[in-house]
């Protein structure tokens, strides 16, 4: 999370973005093969990734709110 705090707003969501993405298409993916999405290890290191993501932004929009 420590490489997240140094990325501007726009790379933070340009990643979230981009990992949104990836999740849908990686979710089809696994539909497609019959595989089950609860269990996919991949799929949940992308979960636990966008959360990092989208705390980051948020705190960086409630440091600019109290400026």
Do not use: C, P, V
């Not at 705090?5 to 298409?25: G, N, P, V």
């Not at 595989?35 to 960086?60: Q, V």
Request: charged letters at 40%.
């Amino acid at each position: 999370m420590s490489d997240l705090k140094e990325m501007s707003f726009a790379d933070l969501k340009a990643a979230a973005d981009y990992l949104e993405k990836l999740k849908s298409e990686r979710i089809e993916d696994l539909k497609s093969q019959g595989m089950d999405t609860k269990t996919n290890k991949g799929l949940d290191d992308m979960g636990k990734l966008e959360y990092d993501i989208h705390t980051a932004l948020f705190s960086r929009l409630m440091k600019l709110k109290k400026s």
